[in-house]
């Protein structure tokens, strides 16, 4: 059955296959229909920056902007869910059409400009979900903030999202926000990480708990970039970091339909090169804090390789697309 609805979706325009899917979840999560995505997984425990993970295969952000369907993607057996990316102000994201598929290389072109309905409908949908393990909320800006207050948008969302979240991931790495890269780097990202650190010790302080904080990151880093923001990372005393977001690279699919679309490549195309990253962050790290890996992780092998080069826990997302629930299933097992 979930072979069979999954070639039918492959089939469609990629945004409307996702707002369908996403509806259908949303409605059929808390009924009896859910056995149709329902799996029982292999307990494979983790412990990782204080969290407890059942398994340590977990569902990337950007697939549930709006944590929406946590307890149908949970009931697939993921170890844990991250949702958003999420912004203090509802967005619309760019204009249509924005989401490209590359079948001939299981991978996706998306240029979405984190289109979401705004942090408070999301805190909602987190309080009423009955998954009662780990969830991650990822937090950007808004596109109109300027970049000089990006700071302020994190700090509204953070406030927001603290009270309900397992960690919180920032997103500084969206290809698809004008400047929001540009937070990777120096003094910016610095600025960044002291100020959030700031709120972590209040917040911590205010609900009586600490909620890890994760920065995700491109990979399209040169070694001394990764060098320079793992320094940052570990004198923040920052508590992860997620390698990698989408890339801009098209050496990978060149020529081949969609190929040329602006936006973020993500899928099978990514596996090295977020590998590579992993690898270099986690030697310049030197396991001062845990890494999830993320990007071209389509198979057990490439999960399992992930934790081989330094990552702690692995996320899946465009492979998850083209491969359905199973994947899941067959990580856990062979890991």
């Given at each position: ?17 996702h ?9 059929t999560?808390h ?7 329902s799996?029982?997984?292999?307990k ?11 398994n ?10 709006n ?54 409908h ?8 009955q ?10 800006k808004n ?12 700090l ?83 508590d ?45 790290l ?29 996320q ?20």
């Open positions: 059955m979930q072979s069979l609805v999954q070639k039918l979706l492959l089939q469609c325009e990629p945004e409307k296959s707002d369908f899917t996403i509806n259908w979840l949303n409605k999560q009924t009896p229909l859910k056995w149709m995505y799996t029982t997984t292999v494979k425990p983790v412990t990782v920056a204080g969290i407890t993970f059942d340590p295969v977990g569902l990337a952000a950007g697939l549930d902007k944590g929406d369907c946590i307890d149908a993607f949970a009931q697939m057996g993921f170890g844990f869910v991250e949702i958003g990316t999420v912004t203090p102000r509802p967005q619309a994201g760019n204009p249509k059409p924005r989401l490209f598929r590359i079948p001939e290389k299981q991978a996706i072109i998306n240029r979405m400009g984190f289109n979401n309905k705004g942090v408070d999301l805190v909602e949908q987190v309080k009423t979900a998954f009662k393990g780990p969830i991650g909320i990822n937090i950007g596109k109109d903030t300027e970049d000089e207050k990006a700071l302020d948008d994190y509204i969302c953070l406030n927001k999202v603290y009270p309900y979240a397992s960690y919180v991931t920032i997103n500084i790495s969206s290809p698809n926000t004008p400047g929001l890269r540009n937070l990777q780097y120096g003094a910016a990202l610095d600025a960044l990480l002291a100020g959030l650190k700031a709120a972590q010790e209040t917040l911590t302080q205010t609900h009586g708990k600490y909620v890890p904080l994760f920065i995700k990151i491109a990979p399209d880093l040169s070694d001394d970039e990764i060098t320079s923001i793992a320094a940052s990372l570990i004198n923040s005393k920052m992860g970091v997620i390698a990698t977001n989408t890339t801009l690279s098209r050496e990978q699919v060149k020529g081949l339909l969609h190929g040329d679309e602006t936006g973020g490549l993500s899928g099978s195309v990514l596996t090295d090169m977020s590998l590579n990253v992993t690898k270099k962050l986690s030697a310049a030197d396991r001062a804090i845990p890494i999830i890996g993320v990007g071209g992780i389509d198979s057990p092998e490439t999960a399992k390789a992930r934790l081989d080069a330094g990552a702690s826990l692995v899946v997302y465009s492979s998850f697309i083209y491969q359905g629930p199973s994947l899941v299933n067959r990580i856990v097992k062979a890991l």
